[in-house]
T-cell receptor, first 116, second 113 residues
Framework: GESVGLHLPTLSVQEGDNSIINCAYS??????FIWYKQESGKGPQFIID?????DKRQGQRVTVLLNKTVKHLSLQIAATQPGDSAVYFC???????????????FGQGTILTVHP | EPEVTQTPSHQVTQMGQEVILRCVPI?????FYWYRQILGQKVEFLVS????????KSEIFDDQFSVERPDGSNFTLKIRSTKLEDSAMYFC???????????FGPGTRLTVL
């Protein structure tokens, strides 16, 4: 039978603009947050991560902000390029007893489209 | 840069048939995972594997699923009797252990007819 997919949030920007993708989480036990990018037909690709003891982390053209008070995570992409077009997932990991190998829990995803 | 590889890229099978999806993780990785993504939906955790045994599994990972690392290199996911609802992209991922980042393979698209 037909499967009905989720209607993902979308964000359309012009090349060169800054993009902000937002994500809310509900599990207070999450202590490690990651943004993954998924291009069409490919596996998720790590972009940037942040631990719960931080509120901001910067990478190359990307910044992740964490607000634990309101359980909100955002990804900022500076000078967005057409190659940034993809689905962006906020991903969470609970502290697996202090180990690093806990499962990842993926959020819903946001479709980013960058127009030249 | 080393990558996780998966074969086949696309598998078509009849309902009730067994399928084996294969993954070659990055050589220094110690923890291994399978995730699946039904078309248009988010990625879901299936199972984690460490030291030749399952560490954690989700509700999806029922008796029809099994994993093994038979030769210390390949990491496989077997579905014994496929159902229509098993149609999805299946992703293998690995983790070194000294860091937190899970690296994903390109996925295998499984189509059950």
């Amino acid at each position: 039978g037909e499967s009905v997919g989720l209607h993902l949030p979308t964000l359309s920007v012009q090349e060169g603009d800054n993009s902000i993708i937002n994500c809310a989480y509900s599990n207070s036990a999450s202590d490690y947050f990651i943004w993954y990018k998924q291009e069409s037909g490919k596996g998720p690709q790590f972009i940037i991560d942040i631990r719960s003891n931080m509120d901001k982390r910067q990478g190359q053209r990307v910044t992740v902000l964490l607000n634990k008070t309101v359980k909100h995570l955002s990804l900022q992409i500076a000078a967005t390029q057409p190659g940034d077009s993809a689905v962006y997932f906020c991903v969470f990991k609970e502290n697996a007893g202090g180990t690093s190998y806990g499962k990842l829990t993926f959020g819903q995803g946001t479709i980013l489209t960058v127009h030249p | 840069e080393p990558e996780v590889t998966q074969t086949p890229s696309h598998q078509v099978t009849q309902m009730g048939q067994e399928v084996i999806l294969r993954c070659v993780p990055i050589s220094n990785h110690l923890y291994f995972y399978w995730y699946r993504q039904i078309l248009g939906q988010k990625v879901e955790f299936l199972v984690s594997f460490y030291n030749n045994e399952i560490s954690e599994k989700s509700e999806i990972f029922d008796d029809q699923f099994s994993v093994e690392r038979p030769d210390g290199s390949n990491f496989t996911l077997k579905i014994r009797s496929t159902k229509l609802e098993d149609s999805a992209m299946y992703f293998c991922a690995g983790l070194q252990g000294a860091e937190d980042t899970q690296y994903f393979g390109p996925g295998t698209r499984l189509t059950v007819l």
